[in-house]
């Protein structure tokens, strides 16, 4: 798993497989899912990251189990 900030563009992207992108879906305003061809999530990506997320240049990730 891998995540970007874009500041320039103000774009938070998590990607979850390197994968060719078959198919996009904005399945709420400034939020985007895609899907390879065989319908698995490869990546989301959240347009105007400042304003959703609290600050989007500092990532945790937590792994539990």
Do not use: W
Not at 5 to 15: A, E, H
Not at 19 to 34: N, R, T, Y
Request: a negative charge; aromatic letters at 6%; charged letters at 30%.
């Amino acid at each position: 798993m891998k995540t970007i900030y874009d500041r320039k563009t103000d774009t938070f992207t998590v990607i979850f497989a390197d994968a060719p992108v078959a198919e996009s879906d904005e399945e709420k305003e400034g939020v985007i899912l895609d899907y390879d061809a065989e319908g698995n999530l490869v990546s989301v990506e959240i347009l105007g990251a400042s304003k959703r997320i609290k600050d989007p240049q500092s990532v945790t990730i937590e792994l539990v189990g």
